[in-house]
């Protein structure tokens, strides 16, 4: 009988919040998880607990607006197993200048999600994509936002957009293959970043409160319930919500809670890229 190949993922900007939460999840699922980040403490933090949960995670260092060390990295991918099953592109650059108003007021430094954030997850999935052929069956996802949010700046949603538009640029090439790529809006996220927030400032309390929060592991669930649907070329070049793929999947956040989608607050995706929806 033929032995079924490992589950080989990528998730860049991995040593926390979201990406950290779908690789723990992905780990626990027993795929082989490639850890990485521009942190070495952090990215060991994580590769610990996805072994103590019984996963296999390897950490990589890898400055994501480098193409160099993104090339590494899928050369290291491609030397150790010589394919891959799922990339997820969540890398970005956060500045605590995100939510000035107006834009100009910030700091420049805001532009660099264009290069981290969009420009950068263009190259990692150039570098992906032949292992995703040679992996059998493969799955892209970009970790995008709600396009109507309006908490953030101009070049947050212009990335946004960007990723929501190569998934589907993406799905047309990939097409003849069973390769998938889809984008992702997570809601309001219990990251890092996002809890120390809550705490300190009244409007992300408020959200917090009122809309609540995801789990960063939640992520993970939905992406593990895509890769895993016999019928996912029929979602590929979508745009989808978490809350909305994970009530498609009957798939729950911690303690059986089940996040709403908040397209009725922030806006749908494009009607040609919003699938499950129709």
């Known amino acids: 009988m033929k032995k079924e190949k490992e589950i080989v993922a990528v998730i860049t900007g991995s040593s926390k919040g979201i990406g950290k939460g779908i690789a723990k999840e992905l780990g626990r699922k027993g795929a082989i998880v490639y850890v990485t980040g521009r942190d070495r403490e952090s990215i060991d933090d994580v590769v610990r607990e996805i072994t103590q949960a019984g996963g296999h995670g390897i950490g990589v260092v890898c400055d994501m607006s480098k193409d160099k060390q993104i090339e590494r990295l899928f050369k ?3 030397k150790k ?5 799922i990339l997820v592109n969540n890398a970005t650059s956060l500045n605590s200048q995100m939510g000035v108003k107006p834009f100009w007021e910030a700091t420049i430094d805001l532009a660099n999600i264009l290069d981290v954030g969009l420009r950068s997850h ?3 999935t150039w570098h992906a994509a032949r292992l995703l052929l040679a992996g059998e069956r493969g799955l892209i996802v970009n970790i995008s936002f709600y396009a109507d949010a309006k908490v953030h700046d101009p070049a947050y949603y212009a990335s946004k957009a960007g990723l929501d538009k190569l998934a589907a640029s993406y799905a047309e090439h990939f097409a003849p293959f069973n390769v998938s790529a889809v ?7 219990a990251t890092e970043t996002m809890v120390e927030l809550a705490d300190s400032d009244p409007k992300t309390r408020h959200l917090r409160d009122t809309l609540g929060f995801e789990s960063p592991e939640f992520c993970g669930r ?5 890769f895993n649907d016999p019928n996912l070329k029929t979602l ?3 745009t989808l919500l978490t809350a909305e793929v ?9 303690n059986g809670y089940l996040p709403n989608s908040l397209r009725h607050l922030y806006g749908s995706p494009p009607a040609n890229h919003d699938a499950l929806n129709k």
């Open 122 to 124: 263009h190259i990692a």
């Open 183 to 189: 984008s992702l809006w997570p809601g309001f996220v």
């Open 246 to 254: 994970a009530k498609h999947y009957n798939i729950t956040d911690n």
């Open 222 to 226: 939905v992406v593990w319930g895509l």
């Open 236 to 238: 590929s070049g979508s």
């Open 81 to 85: 197993h010589g394919y891959l099953n």
């Open 76 to 78: 290291q991918v491609e």
